[in-house]
């Protein structure tokens, strides 16, 4: 933090005619959310008969949020479950293996090191919507699609997390930590879990939340291995109910698609602005490497 | 726990083997312990695939006898010769032309913006501008989807102040534009983080040389900051280029709301995916899937050979 402060002999004064370029800039970040946030509050009479960006004639968002939840048997309900069951397992299981990995790849210099890197980074280079085929063919052979395995598993790899936790591993942990804790005759298993695990831990965290975020958000995977709805997670769930406005005997719920989306993105911007000091930090150190 | 296999593999062209060497691969060998686990999982998602649909393109489904049979490299043939891949395909090259400029552009400025102490109330901008990333894609474009719509959108809206048709975003001429604008929306602000991170660990010194050379706002930005953030821009752009060649989200959410703009195979992935779910074309698909993520590597590795000789 005191870097900003102290870097600048001059101190540059600060700009009103910048702030006010990014104002606008934030505007554009901000009324979509906004119009969301609005609409969530309208009945759908009132969605379709006001303006977009003026409160409806009723304030429906408690009823909106109830109907959410109790459309359809309560489905929107199990499909949070669903997602929670997803990042828990799924986010949670690709930090751990991120994290072990990065600093196995870090601190230990073992022989085959170069091949991991070269895979690695070779395989980041493939979109990894063009393995969604072969993947839903595999998983299909082996009897997993229509089950959680078919999100999760392949959820836990997160090549981005292990090239973060990589570099900053490299930064964070000194060698001659590890060698006095080697030689008071520590495991190397117990140093990781004793002495490296807390100084990775923005890291950690900094993995943790962009494993959580590409998990709640995933779409293309569960929805080519789910084709019933009790597994969907809370985006494939959405984007069913936003297409059952069109087509024969059509019964649109955008209210409900809306309000739905709003209950999604709640939790992750709360996540991420509780743990910015984390993942800010995180980052910044990630980049020290390039 | 000492390793039994130590002696099998050691380096030859070691110099003498002191007893610390000894110590020393060992320990580098329980490496694999951390990084094992990782690399299972990493097998079984990654590569498996990739060396099952490599597998797959080699053959060809039967239309009456089913099974399949082996055809060698026709599906690679008719994949380059197919008007629906290139069409596709050259969709998705105009979207990245225009769009990964103009996001990268509105990152390069945020970053910088925000990094030059000038800004009234930084911190808040950060969070915001990095905000819509946490916005899930479905979310986001049905939310824009919406937006666009005329029934109850700004569009809508707009469209009634101005009294005549101005704007038509889920129309067939501006819908490539509408899914550029929702994917700019969406990754500004991640752009952003990347190089705002870059900024953040220049050190003190090379300011503080700008400066008593003399060195104004734009003189420092264009000779210390944008030279130092080199490898950060390449990042996010190597990531802009992989992204956009992936392009599905955006237009199969926004198909439902515009079924007449957006086609089956308005990107290579959207035609991919509906050979395989919507014509069990599964072998012929995953053809598809291995050029499109072959020219995306090539195309990767050339932005980033350039972009590592520019700085040499």
């Known amino acids: 933090m005191s870097t900003v402060a102290t870097r600048s002999p001059l101190k540059p004064r600060k700009s009103r005619l910048l702030t006010a370029v990014m104002a606008v800039y934030l505007l554009y970040t901000l009324v979509p959310l906004a119009w969301l946030l609005i609409s969530a509050t309208k009945t759908q009479q009132d969605l379709l008969s006001t303006s977009g960006m003026a409160f409806g004639g009723t304030f429906a968002l408690f009823d909106n949020i109830a109907e959410t939840f109790t459309h359809d048997d309560g489905i929107f309900l199990r499909w949070l479950g669903n997602t929670l069951l997803y990042v828990v397992v799924g986010a949670g299981g690709a930090t751990i293996l991120a994290t072990a990995a990065g600093y196995g790849l870090a601190k230990y210099k073992f022989r085959g090191r170069r091949a991991v890197f070269a895979v690695l980074l070779g395989a980041i280079a493939i979109p990894g919507t063009a393995l969604a085929v072969p993947t839903f063919l595999m998983f299909s052979n082996l009897g997993l699609t229509n089950t959680p395995w078919a999100i999760i598993i392949p959820s836990l790899v997160s090549p981005f997390g292990l090239y973060l936790v990589w570099t900053y591993a490299t930064e964070a942990v000194p060698d001659e930590l590890l060698e006095a804790a080697r030689i008071d005759g520590a495991g190397e298993v117990r140093i990781f879990l004793t002495v490296t695990l807390r100084l990775l831990m923005p890291g950690v965290v900094t993995v943790a939340l962009f494993a959580v975020v590409s998990t709640w958000n995933n779409y293309f995977l569960p929805l080519i291995m789910l084709s019933k709805p009790e597994w969907y997670p809370l985006t494939v769930g959405l984007n069913q109910w936003s297409a059952q406005a069109s087509g024969v005997g059509a019964q649109p719920i955008y209210h409900l698609v809306i309000t739905g989306s709003v209950i999604t993105i709640v939790p992750l911007v709360i996540a991420f602005l509780l743990l910015q000091r984390f993942w800010q930090s995180g980052l910044t150190a990630g980049s020290v490497k390039q | ?312």
């Open chain 2, 1 to 312: 726990m000492t390793s039994i296999s130590a002696p099998v593999e050691a380096p030859p062209a070691r110099p003498a083997r002191t007893p610390r060497n000894v110590g020393r691969l060992r320990v580098d060998r329980k490496g694999w312990l951390f990084v094992g686990p990782f690399l299972a999982v990493f097998a079984l998602v990654f590569l498996a695939p990739i060396v099952y649909a490599v597998w797959l393109s080699l053959f060809r489904e039967q239309v009456f006898f089913g099974g399949t049979e082996f055809v060698g490299l026709d599906n690679y043939a008719a994949v380059l010769g197919d008007a629906k891949f290139w069409e596709s395909f050259f969709r998705v090259l105009l979207f990245l032309v225009v769009q990964v400029p103009v996001m990268l552009g509105l990152a390069l400025v945020a970053a910088l913006a925000i990094d030059s102490a000038r800004l009234h109330a930084a911190g808040f901008f950060r969070i915001v501008v990095f905000l819509p990333y946490a916005v899930p894609a479905v979310v986001a474009a049905l939310m824009w989807g919406f937006i666009y719509g005329d029934t109850f959108g700004l569009a809508a809206d707009l469209n009634e102040l101005l009294g005549r048709k101005a704007v038509e975003p889920l129309s067939g001429d501006w819908i490539l534009l509408s899914i550029g604008n929702i994917v700019t929306w969406e990754f500004v602000g991640y752009n952003m983080l990347i190089l705002y991170s870059a900024l953040k660990v220049i050190p003190n010194d090379l300011y503080e040389a700008a400066a008593i050379d003399g060195a104004g706002t734009f003189r420092t930005i264009l000779s210390v900051k944008l030279p130092a953030i080199r490898g950060a821009v390449m990042i996010a752009t190597i990531f802009s280029i992989i992204g956009s060649f992936q392009l599905f989200n955006e237009p199969n959410i926004l198909r439902s709301l515009a079924p007449n703009a957006i086609n089956t195979f308005y990107t290579p992935n959207m035609y991919a995916y509906n050979l395989s779910f919507g014509g069990q074309q599964y072998n012929y698909s995953a053809t598809v899937a291995i050029v499109m993520g072959v020219i995306t590597a090539i195309i990767a590795y050339v932005v980033q050979l350039r972009g590592s000789r520019k700085g040499a």
